[in-house]
């Protein structure tokens, strides 16, 4: 659908009845007295977002058209040139958005020819986020894995009109995605290899984890094409491709995730009554999106579980510790999506204040911390110290693993009382079993655990889960699910 920028954003012929129909327009017409007058509809230009929303979930992809000359000294008809286009897997702008939801685009790449043979290749992307990681996954998991990423657009290669689609069709009728062919030569590797040195600026990916190219790596070219195609900028904030290891958490199949109701409820499909929506008092939205990850891609190792039980439980006993790092949070705003504006040249004015006052909240959020609650899980060896100049008192706060036990006890001692829930933090409190969130409070921050914990103190990423101007570290939630992280 091809909208002309005036005051007022434009449609003609089809698509002037489309809108006009989808949005509730009124349908007008240019040379109305003519023999064939032409359809016309059109959006204020202030409105733009709203209408644009709207057309978006409605599965359609919109294409905006801007002057790109001086209408003043244009000679004849002003130059015009498609300076954007906007699908349900490429959004950025915050109206456009949910912000405790991710918004994944996902290209798909088949080993063979034949999708019901070999494995797949899979890369994910959000782009208002930046984060890119490729996987190749057995053909019979693909439909589970797709369930627990719930992505808005998947890509796929274009295929013979005389073939098979029943698999488009039951992940269309499955997952609600918008499902957009791409021409083959694009997930060719000669042309992968091109499109993925030229983005991150190098001669091989060896040094991103991937010993050899394979069709997750044709699909995250993929990727990065229609985006380069959509977005009509560069992309900056992408900087790397990364391998995922979704393995590693515990794989909960489409069926099971929509009986327990892990993020949707199987009466409406909403989010309002399902697990996370009980489960999710959080303050800032990046953090909202981790936690709906972590539900989706429990983890499975035990010391990882330990170690993130420990983090909860010294935050449990530490309430103005608790209360402070919340407050911080609250103020710091959705720095990964900021980042992302600023990527892709859409940032505005309210997104740079935003963003320097969260870096600004990131310094001081880390002293709140403190190097005794990073502590929890890390070895008496450990380098703590000398990485973050910690006081030693800080250090010594739990020394060793009973003293960590005592605290656990204490801060469930605490939790019985039947007046200390509802006045600390709200009469809410799960017990998910086997999801990496056992006896977490709903209203606690629970840690990233994973080795080494100590640089949480000197990373942003470490409480939010999200990069950041100011950190030049990755986020370090190895053992969690993910996309990559």
Partial sequence: MLLFAWAILQTFFDDAKTIARVLNLTLTARSKHADNPIPLAGIPYHSLDN?????????????????????????????????????????????????????????????????????????????????????????????????????????????????????????????????????????????????????????????????????????????????????????????????????????????????????????????EGSLLAAVDCTVNAMWARRLR????????????????????????????RMRAIRDGLKSMGDIERIVARLGVGRASPRDMVVLGRGLLQGSSLADVIGTSLLAMGVSKDSSLDSQNGAGEADAKEIPDSSARHESVKASKDLLQRPSFLPHRFGASWTIPVNRGFARTHSRCFAMPASSPIASMRNSIDCVTSAPTASSGSRTINRGGPSHGD
């Fill in 293 to 320: 990850e972590w539900l989706c891609y429990p983890l499975q190792d035990p010391k990882e579980i330990l170690a993130r039980q420990d983090a909860i439980a010294a935050l449990l006993t530490q309430p103005d």
């Fill in 51 to 271: 209408y644009v929303a709207k057309l978006v979930r409605a599965g359609f992809k919109v294409a905006i058209s801007e002057q790109i000359e001086d209408p003043r000294t244009a000679k004849g008809v002003v130059k015009r040139a498609v300076q954007r286009i906007i699908t349900p897997g490429t959004l950025t702008d915050e109206n456009l958005l949910d912000d405790r939801a991710p918004n994944h685009l996902v290209a798909l790449c088949p080993e063979n020819v034949d999708w019901k043979t070999g494995r797949i290749g899979i890369a994910i992307v959000e782009l208002a986020g930046g984060k890119l990681v490729a996987e190749m996954i057995p053909m019979a998991t693909l439909l589970d894995d797709l369930a627990r990423i719930r992505p808005a657009e998947i890509l796929i290669p274009e295929s013979a009109i005389d073939a098979d689609q029943s698999f488009v069709e039951s992940i269309r009728e499955g997952l609600g995605a918008a499902v957009t062919p791409r021409p083959g030569h694009v997930f060719s590797r000669h042309m992968a290899e091109q499109t993925l040195h030229k983005q991150f600026g190098v001669s091989n990916l060896a040094g991103f984890g991937f010993d050899d190219f394979d069709a997750s790596l044709s699909a995250a070219a993929a990727v990065l094409d229609y985006l380069n195609e959509t977005q009509k900028t560069a992309l900056s904030h992408i900087l790397s491709v990364t391998p995922r290891h979704a393995d590693r958490c515990v794989m909960i199949d489409q069926v099971t995730l929509r009986s327990l109701e892990v993020e949707r409820t199987l009466r409406d499909n909403a989010r």
